[in-house]
């Protein structure tokens, strides 16, 4: 009979069984890497892919980097999971903008990314004068660009910056479920669960090479 694969995935979950057809496919798409966790059927106990001879991950192919050094596969895949979790912040930078000019352009829209910081400030600055407008356009500008520096040291792997940016958009969310705009707090649960992605990739790079 045989033997059946199934792997556990980098969130948390397990999937297959597959076949070894199936399996040598997914190496090729690199949703298994060498240090991919293996269960086979006929063995008891997990394994790193690259313990798997037929799976042809023993020793990983050397990618080439700007800088002329070789970069495993392991670390590659590491570094596209923390660019996609850091760019997350700035998306919310972005869209919250987007939102501040609706709203004080008196439009009726907006994203739920958005952050709720900024629609406080807009609308509080929606019962002023034209000054009191000016002032926040500089405070949005301000609280976005935080979020812009988030991402521009997020996606060089900066832990630091995931747990700021995290702890400060997990508190912007406490605000929508005060207002009770649901979906809007249930969009920031699902950012910050890609952002985490992100800082848990950004945890592994500095034990991948």
């Not at 980098?10 to 798409?29: C, N, S």
């Not at 609280?143 to 995290?166: E, Y």
């Amino acid at each position: 009979m045989q033997a059946t694969y199934k792997i556990l995935g980098g969130d948390g979950k397990e999937y297959g069984p597959a076949t070894l057809e199936q399996m040598l496919g997914w190496v090729r798409d690199g949703r298994v890497s060498s240090a991919t966790q293996v269960w086979r059927s006929d063995q008891n106990a997990w394994v790193t892919a690259r313990d798997l001879p037929e799976l042809q991950l023993a020793a990983p192919p050397p990618v080439a980097t700007t800088g002329g050094g070789m970069m495993s596969i392991d670390r590659q895949n590491s570094l596209a999971r923390v660019k996609s979790g850091g760019s997350w912040f700035y998306w919310i930078a972005a869209l919250s903008l987007i939102n501040s000019i609706a709203a004080l352009t008196g439009s009726g829209w907006g994203f739920i990314v958005g952050l709720g910081m900024t629609q406080l400030v807009d609308q509080f600055a929606s019962n002023l004068d034209g000054g009191g407008r000016a002032v926040a356009i500089v405070l949005d500008l301000l609280i976005a660009g935080v979020f812009v520096l988030f991402g521009v040291f997020a996606n060089k792997g900066h832990l630091w910056s995931f747990i700021a940016g995290m702890a400060l958009y997990a508190l912007d969310g406490v605000i929508f479920v005060i207002a009770g705009d649901w979906l809007a707090a249930g969009f920031h649960v699902f950012v910050l669960f890609c952002l985490f992605a992100g800082f848990r990739a950004a945890t592994q790079l500095r034990t991948v090479t």
